[in-house]
């Protein structure tokens, strides 16, 4: 019982003659060219550690980011204030208005000066040796605002307003000085 033999396989068409301009297919799968490099065998065991870059001072960057924002509404108003002074001046038919062409120069000018402290906030927020050079420029802060708030209550505008805008410097100043006592 066990010789039993298949049947022979039947016989193959013999291949159409290769056309010459047809291209002979490439044998799949393809390989690789001899020029790739050859893969890793491992990967390293460990990676040498990464410098450790200094913390920033989180208080100084926030507030500096505050005061390009406050810096930035600053001299928007300040254009206001431009605008205003001169319709005021056409309508009146007088060009002195005394305390609002004061109070719209020191619009301009405190705008100025919070953009600059606010931007030197920004890219010393995490560098201690800069925290003398911020502190400094935050008691410039406390000052600007407390003019700021005079000529707002001699203008007749609210004092809660300015006391708000006093708050962005003493916390300025507040994170200068805690950068200077934790600096090395």
């Known amino acids: 019982m066990s010789n ?3 049947p022979p396989y039947p016989p193959q068409p013999a291949q159409p003659p290769m056309d010459p301009n047809q291209v002979p297919l490439a044998p799949y799968p393809p390989q690789a060219p001899a020029s790739y490099p050859p893969a890793m065998a491992a990967y390293p065991a460990s ?4 410098p450790a870059t200094p913390q920033r001072n989180t208080l100084i960057f926030v507030v500096s980011i ?16 431009v605008a205003t002074v001169a319709a005021v001046a056409a309508y009146a038919g007088t060009s002195s208005l005394g305390l609002v062409a004061v109070d719209m120069v020191f619009v301009f000018i405190a705008g100025i000066f919070l ?3 606010g931007v030197i906030g920004v890219r010393n927020a995490a560098r201690s040796d800069k925290a003398d050079l911020l502190f400094k420029l935050g008691i410039g802060l ?8 005079i000529l707002a209550i001699a203008a007749g505008a609210s004092a809660f307003s ?3 805008g006093f708050l962005l410097p003493i916390l300025f100043v507040v994170g200068a ?7 090395v």
């Open 4 to 6: 039993y033999t298949p």
């Open 47 to 50: 990676y040498p550690p990464a």
């Open 66 to 81: 505050l005061l390009i924002i406050g810096g930035a509404f600053d001299l928007i108003a300040g254009f206001g204030l």
């Open 115 to 117: 953009l600059i402290v």
């Open 142 to 149: 406390v000052v600007v605002s407390l003019i700021s708030l």
């Open 162 to 164: 300015g006391v708000v």
């Open 177 to 183: 000085n805690n950068m200077k006592k934790q600096g």
